[in-house]
Structure formats: structure tokens, C-alpha cells
Nanobody, 130 residues
């Protein structure tokens, strides 16, 4: 499973970014895809997961309606649109994928599995600062 996270950058509080998670060699539409983040000195935490079974989405409580996860099958990419960004959103963001057909899981269950077992790539840095 080869994934590439991109789209991070420096943005002012209240601004927006769209992160991309692109896959090579396999169809992301058949996978649960999750975003995680890790801020300096903190544990990695799950942000959102898009189900590969029914396209339902899970969001962590701290998202508070500000982020939207979506999929573009033609581009084999999952996006995380982040609006109303806050300084506390500053972190390195990572994506992960889990084949949906392996087991019957909700988006949250899939995120928990990925949290425990993923091998993390380089991620993309998001910095929210004035």
C-alpha cells in the first residue's frame, strides 16, 4: 500500500487547506481511508475516516464540523478539506488505508485498526499561525 499525503502548508487562523492522499498501485475506492495527525510532544490521533464500504465518514470530536473527508475515484485520491483552522490544528498529517473487504468494520473501527497497525509515511505538515 503506497500512499502519498500532500497539501499541507502555513495558513493563518481561520484559513483553509485541502490535504490529498493519493494511492499508487491499488484502487482507493475499495479501502477505508483515514487521516491522522501528530503534533510535537503529543500522541498521534485520528482525525477522520472515510468508509470503503458505504462512504460513511467518522470525524473526531475536535473537528467540530470544520473538516470534510471525500473521495475522487477518478484521481484515486482522498481529500481532507480543512476550514476554520486553529493553531491547535498544527501537526503533521498522515493518511492510511485499510482494505474494506477484509472485515466488516465501521469507519471508526477501521480507523482504530489503522491507528494500531499502520506504517507511517512522511505525512504533510500543517502549520496554523499568524
Amino acid at each position: 500500500v503506497q500512499l502519498q499525503a500532500s497539501g499541507g502548508g502555513l495558513v493563518q487562523p481561520g484559513g483553509s487547506l485541502r490535504l490529498s492522499c493519493s494511492a499508487s498501485g491499488f484502487p482507493l475506492e475499495d479501502y477505508h481511508v483515514a487521516w491522522f495527525r501528530r503534533a510535537p510532544g503529543k500522541e498521534r490521533e485520528g482525525v477522520s475516516c472515510l468508509s470503503g464500504s458505504d462512504d460513511s465518514a467518522y470525524y473526531a470530536d475536535f473537528v467540530g464540523g470544520r473538516f470534510t473527508i471525500s473521495r475522487d475515484n477518478a484521481k484515486n485520491t482522498v481529500f481532507l478539506q480543512m476550514n476554520s483552522l486553529k493553531p491547535e490544528d498544527t501537526a503533521r498529517y498522515y493518511c492510511s488505508a485499510l482494505r474494506a473487504a477484509d472485515a466488516d468494520r465501521t469507519a471508526l473501527q477501521a480507523l482504530d485498526v489503522m491507528h494500531e497497525h499502520s506504517q507511517w509515511g512522511q505525512g504533510t505538515q500543517v502549520t496554523v499561525s499568524s
